[in-house]
């Protein structure tokens, strides 16, 4: 370590002892994470105060961090009063979970590939892999190719294109790695087929990092819009949670935040659903598509930051 | 004599390679994947040639249907000012980005480290992942909220602090814009980022940190003498990877965090791809836009690569 060491012939402050520093700097340590923490889901806890909030009393603002007149309405408007919203976020989680489950095995058979020392393609797959790190086609090439593939308005655009991911793998590889290579080695002495001991003996052993990568994916997939502006907005059918919530901002926002306004174009848009405003239904929509991801994330948080310095280490 | 047994040699060579690979076939069909890379990543590759080419999009992936255009797309590229605004907008964000998410993600990580209560330091670290885990549109909406004119919280305690007498709309003002996403990135990211930075701590050796003691070191000189001294390679690494990636600022999060009043300054060379080239059917000026894109990209990381191998000795590629 080349750390340089307080050396023994300086002066000490002397103004304060080190038991009294040591309490003066804990404090303001303390004070400042609390104060992170607060900025870091203030916004959070707003946007689940507005959501439970009555639309029409939700115009005057000064809602913090409890709701002032309590109301279910966003919600039932929301999930109730018509199909479009429940119905996208089924096209979401639709997209998380066949997402996850095609990258995962097709990620897991790279990475074992490439690291196997033994196999004459190593060094050929990952570099082919590896390189996608570092140029991609770009926009608008990319657009014009998945264009000729037949992918506009195809379910598939969603999970074909990102089921493979050079990051991902090399995670995947730095781990199996880890592993003792002599498993491998008398699983094949025992006659183990190689897709054998893939799938029934480094599988099983890879849980942690299966863990981290399915959650990268799911949440990724989970989270797209940009796709489905792309390559599905014309058709109803195909759209993503987050794509409907990207377009209510925009609408909001196109109201250049005159609550007047956004209240006419809410109760225009809604018909019968009485008097609901956009702000308040944003809110809830925001907290439909967060709710589910901050229930997982915390549980796995142990897994994924492993695999976050894995795959910084190595990487 | 000796060429011929060098041929010889290369030729049992390569009868020794696919001896082998048909030897090794089960881990050949494990590979298959890499087609799907192929088809995915490397194929779009085939759009650069749309650049040199009149493209017509009727004409599909046929590009040499299109007549020859040579450079004229990059020339028009080079003249055309909205290109040049776009160039700046990417460099300033990106580079005010790196700036504020190294900054910030690395006094976080050695704020979380010198905490002593366990309980405590998990929980701060659970809450600074969260923003990392929504989606800009998501994160887009909380910051409009937050920013708001009307009743965000940031207004509503500058007004109450007497630091301004009417509301600001900070989301519509062009010269904040940058500072916006590099901030907003900040929230996002910075508790995701301290990982890195922290696991790299933990493997400081404690002792550095016991004959400090006994030489009577504060807590803030332990901090800059030990801690951060010792991450340093740490700290390279990614700064070299992000650097690689200064044009590619994150066209999702400008996207969305952008406004009509902010066009000026938020219109980055992603965003321009994306508002002109690709709404208005001009794909080949677009193309050349992408193409630049990637070759800057490729010349920042070699030479921060090389950058970095000249200063210590080690690359990290």
């Known amino acids: 370590m080349t ?5 023994k012939d300086k002066p000490k402050l002397g103004l304060l002892s080190t038991k009294t520093e040591n309490i003066i700097f804990d404090t303001i340590n303390t004070i400042l994470l609390i104060l992170v923490c607060v900025v870091t889901l203030y916004p959070f806890l707003n946007t689940v105060a507005i959501s439970f909030n009555d639309s029409t009393d939700a115009v005057y603002g000064g809602i913090y961090l409890w709701p002032r007149v309590f109301s279910t309405k966003s919600y039932e408007t929301i999930l109730f009063k018509s199909s479009d919203i429940p119905y996208s976020a089924m096209i979401s989680a639709l997209r998380a979970i066949s997402g996850t489950l095609l990258s995962i095995p097709l990620s897991m058979m790279l ?23 570092y140029v991609s086609g770009g926009l608008i090439p ?20 990102t089921a493979i991911s050079a990051f991902n793998v090399l995670v995947m590889r730095s781990f199996i790695e880890g592993l003792p290579y002599e498993l491998i080695e008398s699983a094949k002495i025992d006659g183990a087929s190689e897709y054998r001991i893939l799938f029934q003996i480094i599988f099983p052993l890879s849980m942690p990092v299966i863990a981290t990568i399915g959650l990268f994916v799911c949440v990724s997939q989970w989270n797209q819009w940009f ?16 794509y409907k919530l990207k377009q209510i901002l925009d609408s909001a926002n196109s109201m250049t935040g005159d609550a007047v306004a956004a209240d006419a174009a809410a109760s225009s848009a809604s018909e019968g659903s009485g008097r609901v405003t956009t702000q308040t239904i944003r809110a809830a929509m925001t907290v439909i598509s967060v709710v589910p991801i901050a229930c997982v994330y915390p549980f796995l948080q142990k897994y994924f930051v492993k695999g976050m310095t894995l795959g910084a280490v190595k990487g | 004599m000796s060429v011929q047994s060098g041929a010889l040699a290369i030729a049992k060579k390569e009868h020794n390679f696919w001896r082998q690979l048909w030897r090794q076939r089960q881990l050949v069909v494990l590979s298959l994947p890499v087609l799907m890379v192929i088809v995915f990543s490397y194929v779009p590759l085939w759009g650069w040639l749309v650049a040199f080419f009149d493209y ?30 776009g160039l700046k907008n990417s460099l300033g964000i ?34 600074s992942y969260l923003p990392h885990f929504v989606s800009w549109v998501v994160a887009a909406n909380l910051v409009f909220v937050t920013l708001s004119p009307d009743s965000g919280i940031v207004n509503e ?22 500072l916006i996403v590099a901030l907003t990135e900040v929230w996002k990211n910075s508790g995701y980022s301290a990982i890195v930075y922290l696991s790299a701590m933990t493997s400081i050796d404690p002792s550095l940190y016991e004959s400090a003691d006994i030489d009577g070191a504060g807590r803030i000189s332990k901090i800059f003498n030990i801690t951060l001294p010792s991450i340093i390679p740490t700290i390279k690494i990614l700064l070299v990877l992000s650097i690689g990636r200064l044009l590619s600022v994150g066209f999702e999060q400008v996207y969305v965090l952008k406004s009509p009043s902010t066009t000026e300054t938020a219109t980055t060379l992603e965003v321009y791809i994306y508002d002109f080239a690709l709404k208005y059917a001009q794909y080949s000026k677009g193309s050349a836009m992408s193409i630049f894109n990637s070759l800057v990209s490729i010349v920042l990381i070699v030479g921060c690569n090389l950058l970095a191998r000249r200063m210590d000795g080690e690359g990290i590629m």
């Open chain 2, 94 to 127: 990106g580079v005010l980005k790196i700036i504020f998410s190294y900054v910030f993600s690395l006094m976080l990580a050695v704020m979380i480290n010198e905490v002593r209560i366990n309980w405590f330091k998990r929980t701060v670290q659970t809450i």
């Open chain 1, 227 to 242: 796709d489905t502006m792309l390559y599905c907005s014309s058709k109803k059918g195909l759209v993503t949670l987050q």
């Open chain 2, 56 to 85: 017509k999009p009727t004409s599909g992936m046929n590009v040499f249907k299109n007549d020859f255009a040579g450079f004229k797309y990059f020339i028009e590229l080079f003249n055309d000012s909205y290109f040049w605004r």
């Open chain 1, 3 to 7: 750390a340089k060491l307080v050396s």
């Open chain 1, 142 to 161: 990319t657009f014009l190719t998945y264009r000729a593939y037949g992918l506009m308005n195809n379910f598939l655009v969603y999970i074909l294109p």
């Open chain 1, 111 to 133: 990475a074992f590939v490439m690291s196997r020392k033994d196999f004459v393609l190593k060094s050929a797959v990952t570099k082919i892999v590896l390189f996608t790190m």
């Open chain 2, 157 to 178: 305690l500058l007004l109450k602090l007497g630091i301004i007498d009417s509301p600001i709309s900070f989301m519509g003002k062009p010269n904040l814009f940058w």
